[in-house]
T-cell receptor
Framework: EPEVTQTPSHQVTQMGQEVILRCVPISNHLYFYWYRQILGQKVEFLVSFYNNEISEKSEIFDDQFSVERPDGSNFTLKIRSTKLEDSAMYFC????????????????FGQGTRLTVV | DAKTTQPTSMDCAEGRAANLPCNHSTISGNEYVYWYRQIHSQGPQYIIHGLKNNETNEMASLIITEDRKSSTLILPHATLRDTAVYYCIVTYYGQNFVFGPGTRLSVLP
């Protein structure tokens, strides 16, 4: 069964350093998402991406965050200068349809990257 | 904010049906009801979704009331591996899911 894969599974970084979290979405999917979950809290939406541009982003997704699809398979989340409060699980998700009229589609999530900022 | 209300926690005996309710009284005509679950800190796992008709797949059944203001997820024969947090999400076309706190289901032996 196709799945979304994320690397690394765990990343430890020093405060102020840049990190790049990587995701390989399901191959025929066109819509990509990043979510995060701070320990013990809700899963929070960060950003959605379609057709090589951001389609929606939350208040959390400030100038320190960026996303990119550098090639046909990877989808990355970059945090430019990490803060302690960026420590969380980061989940990538993809779906094959989104706002195309009429039908809906489920999004499939990866197993996440645990980011620890020290 | 999430558009749904769910009980904080529920228990279910192993082998019995687990019925998880969800209220979504402000749902609009084009919004779908999705159910996901999260086991420990793993990525959310898709279970089922529907618009207004009841739906069934290999994992669960989704019963949506006629006025669409509430729904119930049914796991017909719960196992210990079904212990998880279950999220009911209302959204347009499956976009940008807003997760609430969900229902923590404990399946007891």
């Amino acid at each position: 069964e196709p799945e979304v894969t994320q690397t690394p599974s765990h990343q430890v970084t020093q405060m102020g350093q840049e990190v790049i979290l990587r995701c390989v979405p399901i191959s025929n999917h066109l819509y990509f998402y990043w979510y995060r979950q701070i320990l013990g809290q809700k899963v929070e939406f960060l950003v959605s991406f379609y057709n090589n541009e951001i389609s929606e982003k939350s208040e959390i997704f400030d100038d320190q965050f960026s996303v990119e699809r550098p090639d046909g398979s990877n989808f990355t989340l970059k945090i430019r200068s990490t803060k302690l409060e960026d420590s969380a699980m980061y989940f990538c998700a993809s779906s094959d349809r989104g706002l195309l009229g009429g039908a809906s589609s489920e999004a499939f999530f990866g197993q996440g990257t645990r980011l620890t900022v020290v | 904010d999430a558009k749904t209300t769910q009980p904080t926690s529920m228990d279910c005996a192993e082998g019995r049906a687990a019925n998880l309710p969800c209220n979504h009284s402000t749902i609009s005509g084009n919004e779908y009801v999705y159910w996901y679950r999260q086991i420990h800190s793993q990525g959310p796992q898709y279970i089922i979704h529907g618009l207004k008709n009841n739906e069934t797949n290999e994992m669960a059944s989704l019963i949506i009331t006629e006025d669409r203001k509430s729904s119930t997820l049914i796991l017909p024969h719960a196992t210990l591996r079904d212990t998880a947090v279950y999220y009911c999400i209302v959204t347009y076309y499956g976009q940008n899911f807003v997760f609430g706190p969900g229902t923590r289901l404990s399946v007891l032996p």
